[in-house]
């Protein structure tokens, strides 16, 4: 969900691997490789570096920020070392520290690309309403004491499906150069105090998951009416948008790709209820 990562140059010798990860986003400082913190990317590639015997880069489907957290983020590597998956699995996830692991490995056609080839990508936004703070779920998910009406919330998003200019649900530092993107779902389900909204879309602009459900947030409550949704996506300022909602709740839930890579499926997400 921000600046495009490029792909390092391939070996003609090495094998191209794509992996599944899964991590605690608020153990991280975000995906994207930093200096002076840690984040997802540098210890993943210095796992399997550790595994290669020599330097790794690995490429994301779709970069998370700080606190964001996934279950079916997937990612691709070359390398010329000759390990069994089984063998890249277990010895990358020795080397990772708790909170983020490899869930799979495949050896894939050259011609995968983790960001690339994706057809889609989702993420899930789970909210809890409550009037108690959560516990052993803190930083998991996003809680908050006000009476949310999901009816309201389902007709508002009816309004974001399909293609549009999302500005208006973009951060204000988005370095994307495109704000067009284009909603394929945009579900809102409930159960007890749990609502969770499962989006899918052929790609995120920074921060858009976010916006959007701070927008539904905010209609939910009754402070903004439903057709706020539709005015805020046409006004195609952020300004307009009000608040952000936090990282907590925010997972990336799975990459579609073409059947013909044979990925594995990604996990049905973070079901807490």
């Known amino acids: 969900m921000g600046a495009e990562t490029i792909s390092p140059v391939r070996n003609a010798a090495s094998t191209r691997y794509a992996v599944g990860v899964e991590y605690d986003g608020s153990r991280f400082h975000g995906w994207q490789s930093q200096s002076g913190v840690s984040t997802v990317q540098d210890w993943v590639e210095e796992a399997l570096a550790r595994v290669a015997s020599e330097t790794i880069q690995v490429v ?20 010329s070392a000759e390990r069994s998956p089984r063998n890249w699995l277990r010895g990358a996830n020795t080397h990772l520290p708790t909170g983020l692991a490899l869930m799979w490995v ?16 989702r993420y899930r936004y789970i909210l809890l309403c409550r009037d108690v703070r959560p516990t052993y779920l803190a930083g998991k998910v996003t809680w908050t004491y ?11 998003a009816t309004a974001l499906i399909g293609r549009h200019d999302f500005s208006a649900f973009r951060a204000s530092g988005c370095q994307s150069k495109e704000p067009v993107r284009e909603i394929y779902e945009l579900s ?35 402070s903004k009416p439903v057709s706020w949704a539709g005015e805020v996506l046409e006004s195609r300022d952020r300004t307009v948008g009000g608040v952000t909602a936090l990282p907590d709740g925010l997972y990336f839930t799975g990459v579609r790709y073409p059947e013909s890579f044979g990925l594995p499926s990604a996990p049905d997400p973070c079901r807490f209820w």
């Open 60 to 79: 994301t489907a779709g970069r998370t920020d700080t606190g964001v957290h996934a279950t079916g983020q997937v990612a691709h590597f070359d390398s």
């Open 146 to 156: 006000e009476r949310l009406d999901v009816s309201r919330m389902r007709h508002a």
């Open 188 to 222: 809102v389900n409930s159960q007890g105090p749990w609502i969770w909204i499962d989006i899918e879309a052929n790609g995120f602009l920074q921060h858009m998951v976010r916006n959007i459900t701070g927008v539904l947030m905010a209609i939910a409550t009754g």
């Open 106 to 121: 495949k050896a894939v056609d050259p011609g995968f690309h983790a960001r690339f080839t994706a057809l889609a990508r």
